[in-house]
Every structure is written in structure tokens, then in C-alpha cells.
């Protein structure tokens, strides 16, 4: 790699103050732990009505009753609960980390090229917008998307790059290549081939092919925590910054950009779903990862390998429903919200009373 990559890939240090937001403050830690716990008892109620992957051998192999969180404030204690230090492999969540790389060392420009900037409103592993017309992959937090940047990304990193770079914005040493799920993708990874050639034979894949999806794969395949996810999307909150080295990962534009297809994309055709009932900028994996980022308060990372019809995590997102609100934690939250939340209670009382005097 050249000097230059270098430096945007391993961080400059900086004076940045933490962009704390003055309007937020974080529920007092014992209390939003007692907030996240019950949340966790709801959550793991809807594991049942989910499954594990199995497409992918490995990943079938773990148990769909794990659940584990870690919300990480920019201000206020880390709050680490349930299996949150179990390693699964990053699966989609890795398509953020690829997202901010190839922002920062190929460009803007380049990149959105190569992918656009709009949901799909289809499967994460659909080739039905690719193959029907002569458009470019609708955002690069789906499947083709994301094969499309890591042929951008190709030529100018290698995988060891990318892991040294997500062990640190990741502030986790241990991450690694698990090498079971690796192989086991590589060997079932039909779909994903047929996408890459489709986006070869479109000129959007310019590099080999089979390289392109290897590098794909390998990322996929990164072991992390919840805890690794968190202090990510605590970085992410923080306009790209770490709130205590004051070392810059990314400029303030990938940040933003990042975060706001977290947003519009991250949770494949339910992301609008979940961010009318969540607000908070989500990116899945069907390892059970959650990557969420409320901005300017926490970094949050939900592992949930019990997986929806849409292939998030069934548990995690209950989790973050739960906790959005009760902590401060929506994108756009305000106080008001409580008044609304008492105003909707009284309206039912009355229409139960009016429905049972009709029954009278």
C-alpha cells in the first residue's frame, strides 16, 4: 500500500473534543442495566419464532438461545450483558467496515459509481434488480453492493490490511479469520458467485472475479463480539472519532454517510420497518451481529444468532426496540414522546370503557 493509504487506514490523531450531545444524557447506569435486562427477558420470548442460518453449514451449528448486548456511551459506563463476549463471525456487518475503507481510500466518487444510494426494497442476496435491468447495485449494504466495492477496494488493500484496520476501529486485538466458516462459505457461495459474474459481465467488477469473492468472503468471516461492535459504533457516534485517544478512523463525511445507509439500507427490506419502530442506524448479519449507532450518546452491539424471515437477528431487534425509547437511544427522540406515550394509554382506557358500555 502506498503512504497514504497507510495513513487513512491506521488513523491520525487528532484534537477533537467528543461531539457529546448536550441535549442527551444517559439514564443513570444501574437503572438503564435494570432497562436492559428486562429488555433482554422480552427479547429472548421471540427466539423461538426464529432460526439459526443453515445455508452456511457453520453457522447452523450455533445455539439459537444466545443473546448478548454491549451499549458503550460516549459518556457513562459500558454496560456488557449476557453473551456478549462470544465470538460469531461478522457476516453483512463487515459490509460497514468495507463501506468506510473504500470511502476514505478510493473516494466518494469512485465508490458511488460503482453502487448507488437507495434501499432495495428486495432480499439482501437478490440479483432480481441486477439481472432485469442495466442498473448498478442499489446501495453497497447489500450483498452485490458489496461485492461491487471490494472489487474497488482490490487493487489498493489486501485482507490483512483490512483485518489490522477492523481489529482497531474495532479496539479488539483477538479478532481473526475464522477459517471453518470461511471454507464453509466459500463451498455454498453459488448465489454470491452468480452475483459477482453478473456484475463482471455489467463492467462494475473490473478485478478477477474469484479474488473479488474471496475477499468478500474473508470478510465476512472475521470473528468479532458484541463488545468489538459496540466500541465501532461508539467510533461511529463520535463522528468517526475515539472519545479517548482522540484518534481520527474515518472523516466526518464517511461517518455521516455511513451512518445514514445504516439507516436506509442496513436491515435489508425491513429497514424502514425498523427505523419507524427503532430509530436507530442498524446494520445486520446473518451471524446474529447488530451494529448499531445512536449518534452522539452509544455505540451498541447485539449478538442474536435466532435469525427473522429477512435474516436479522429476531431476539436483537426486539432488544433494541425495547431500549430505543426507554434510554434516549432514537435518532429522534424527544422528551415530548412521554406525554404522547401517556396521551396514547388514556385514548385506549377510554375506548375499552366506550367499547364496554356498547356491549352493556
Not at 432497562?35 to 439459526?52: C, F, S
Not at 484496520?165 to 479488539?172: A, E, L
Not at 451494529?291 to 455505540?299: E, I, P, Q, T, Y
Not at 435474516?311 to 433494541?320: D, H, M, R, V
Request: hydrophobic share 35%.
Amino acid at each position: 500500500m502506498t503512504e497514504k493509504i497507510n495513513d487513512k487506514l491506521e488513523g491520525r490523531e487528532t484534537m477533537t473534543i467528543p461531539v457529546v450531545d448536550r441535549r442527551y444524557q444517559m439514564t443513570e447506569t444501574k437503572k438503564a442495566k435494570e432497562i436492559i435486562e428486562r429488555a433482554m427477558n422480552l427479547a429472548r420470548e421471540e427466539i423461538p419464532k426464529g432460526a439459526v442460518a443453515t445455508y452456511i453449514p457453520e453457522l447452523g451449528k450455533e445455539d439459537p438461545h444466545q443473546l448478548g448486548i454491549c451499549l458503550y456511551p460516549l459518556k457513562g459506563d459500558k454496560i456488557c450483558l449476557g453473551d456478549y463476549n462470544h465470538r460469531f463471525t461478522m457476516q453483512s456487518v463487515s459490509k460497514v467496515v468495507m463501506l468506510i475503507v473504500a470511502l476514505e481510500v478510493c473516494g466518494l466518487k469512485n465508490v458511488f459509481k460503482k453502487v448507488g444510494m437507495e434501499p432495495s426494497g428486495e432480499a439482501f442476496d437478490s440479483l432480481v434488480e441486477l439481472d432485469v435491468s442495466d442498473s448498478k447495485p442499489y446501495n453497497p449494504l447489500i450483498n452485490s453492493g458489496a461485492l461491487a466495492v471490494c472489487g474497488l477496494l482490490l487493487p489498493e488493500v489486501s485482507f490483512q490490511d483490512m483485518l489490522r484496520y477492523t481489529r482497531n476501529i474495532c479496539s479488539d486485538p483477538g479478532i481473526e479469520l475464522n477459517e471453518s466458516v470461511f471454507d464453509s462459505e466459500m463451498k455454498t457461495c453459488s448465489r454470491n458467485r452468480s452475483i459477482a459474474y453478473l456484475l463482471e459481465s455489467k463492467g462494475i467488477i473490473t478485478t478477477d472475479v474469484e479474488d473479488t469473492l474471496r475477499f468478500y468472503t474473508k470478510m465476512c468471516s472475521m470473528n468479532v463480539t458484541a463488545e468489538s461492535l459496540a466500541n465501532l459504533g461508539k467510533k461511529l457516534a463520535n463522528d468517526g472519532v475515539c472519545a479517548i485517544t482522540g484518534k481520527r478512523f474515518m472523516s466526518s463525511r464517511t461517518a455521516r454517510i455511513v451512518k445514514t445507509l445504516m439507516l436506509t439500507c442496513g436491515m435489508y427490506d425491513g429497514s424502514g420497518t425498523f427505523a419507524i419502530k427503532v430509530g436507530i442506524p442498524t446494520k445486520s448479519g446473518v451471524g446474529g451481529g447488530l451494529l448499531s449507532v445512536s449518534d452522539k450518546r452509544a455505540g451498541i452491539g447485539v449478538f442474536g444468532p435466532a435469525l427473522d424471515a429477512r435474516g436479522n437477528s429476531i431476539a436483537g431487534c426486539k432488544l433494541l426496540r425495547e431500549i430505543s425509547n426507554q434510554l434516549r437511544l432514537n435518532l429522534f427522540y424527544d422528551p415530548e414522546w412521554d406525554k404522547e406515550q401517556e396521551e396514547d394509554q388514556s385514548e385506549e382506557t377510554v375506548l375499552k370503557e366506550m367499547q364496554a358500555k356498547s356491549v352493556m
